[in-house]
């Protein structure tokens, strides 16, 4: 019997997908749940995988066809069986062992356990039809008493990266690739927003000591009680952020053609970076969310970046965006809208700096702060007085707790 693969319902802010990579060709076996081809849009990589066990008879859609909603991308079938090794190839591969060929038994869920944990593949015994290493053998593995032989030896040092070779004759040698459609799509946006907006960008700095103490202070408490997460700053930006955006409506506002659409919640988007760019996944609701929930949100956001695991739902809406490019040390910047809302706050690189207190000079780590804004909307007062309450919310914490 034969299965028809399609490619899943694309949502109505994307028109269609590419077929970045088949990991199996025709006539390859394929096992329930394996990673069979990922489609890419302009938001997020989606893995496809096997239904069934069975050969991928036929692929209708090539590396780099462009697709759309619920196209057939190729069949399964479900009747065939795996061509069966030789006796000669059976005596030859049962002492194999090595890292490389038992990853091509991991499942998908098996292998990001593998690989988050370094474990060593030799050591761990496939339970899965034909050898396969499913998800629960790498759990049982782990809670085993082989702790000496978990963790996979070190890999060697990668070489330096070589220089772009130059003949004698002084011809320089160029690479081209064509850009992927995400990277394309964020082109796209960023020149649809420094083309149809009105953006400015106004500046303040924020003195960042009353939140390093607390911080200081509480922190080894903090990750204890909430499960290994973190205190970090960003929770306390955006939560500064709902702040003010309650105080300023028309900064959480959004233009659609004539009309101003403002909204009664604070959906606020983190900017963080993933292989393929910058994407904006969405914290919803954050203003009815604690440090603690923002901070385990957006660990969680960024490492599923990290490995392509965003979800277009993780991808959509969000009425205001909070962007840190300080973690790549960027001292002061003038971050882009993301259209359609009309503001972004960016957060930099803290640094200490001279300054003047009641007359005195002192060291303080300062951070600046930058909002840039849709004036067609915003009033540069408004603005202004916005990044006034972000600033004063961080420099006396106390305010956010009681929404001073």
């Not at 749940?33 to 893995?47: A, F, P, Q, R, S």
């Not at 759309?68 to 069966?84: F, K, N, R």
């Not at 060929?101 to 869920?109: I, M, N, R, V, W």
Request: proline share 5%; charged share 25%.
């Amino acid at each position: 019997m034969a299965i028809k693969i399609k490619a899943p319902v694309f949502p109505e802010s994307i028109a269609d997908g590419e077929v970045a990579q088949w990991h199996k060709k025709e006539g390859d076996s394929v096992s329930r749940d394996e990673l069979i081809v990922e489609i890419e849009t302009d938001k997020v990589v989606m893995e496809i995988v096997a239904p069934e066990d069975g050969v991928l008879s036929k692929i209708y859609a090539k590396t780099g066809d462009t697709i759309e909603s619920e196209q057939l991308l190729g069949d399964i079938d479900t009747s065939a069986v795996a061509p069966a090794a030789s006796a000669e190839e059976t005596v030859v591969a049962v002492p194999s062992s090595s890292a490389e060929d038992k990853s091509a038994l991991l499942g998908p869920a098996a292998r990001q356990l593998v690989e988050e944990h370094k474990l060593n593949l030799d050591s761990i015994t496939g339970t899965g039809k034909n050898g396969r290493i499913t998800k629960d053998d790498v759990v049982q593995f782990m809670k085993s008493d082989t702790a000496a032989d978990k963790v996979s030896a070190p890999k060697p040092a990668a070489a330096a990266p070589t220089q772009v070779p130059v003949t004698l004759s002084g011809e320089r040698v160029e690479k081209r690739v064509p850009m992927t459609r995400m990277r394309a799509r964020i082109a796209e946006r960023l020149l649809d927003a420094s083309q149809h907006t009105a953006m400015l960008t106004t500046f303040n700095e924020v003195n960042m000591a009353p939140v390093m103490a607390l911080r200081s202070k509480y922190k080894d408490q903090f990750e204890k009680i909430h499960n290994g997460t973190r205190l970090g700053f960003m929770g306390f930006f955006v939560k500064a952020a709902c702040e003010a955006l309650k105080r300023f409506p028309e900064v959480n506002a959004s233009i659609d053609g004539s009309d101003v659409v403002y909204h009664g919640y604070q959906d606020i988007g983190v900017a963080v970076s993933a292989p393929g760019g910058l994407v904006v996944p969405v914290l919803r609701d954050a203003d009815f969310m604690s440090l603690a929930d923002i901070e385990a949100r957006v660990k969680d956001l960024g490492t599923r970046a990290q490995n392509s695991k965003l979800s277009i739902d993780d991808m959509t809406g969000g009425t205001f965006t909070v962007t840190n490019g300080g973690v790549f040390g960027s001292l002061m910047s003038t971050p882009i809208l993301n259209p359609p809302q009309t503001g972004i706050l960016g957060m930099h690189k803290i640094q200490e700096r001279p300054m003047a207190v009641n007359g005195e000079v002192v060291i303080l780590p300062m951070m600046y702060l930058a909002l840039s804004y849709d004036h067609r909307l915003i009033d540069g007062k408004t603005a202004v007085q916005f990044l006034v309450a972000v600033k004063d919310l961080i420099e006396d914490p106390a305010r956010i707790l009681l929404q001073l």
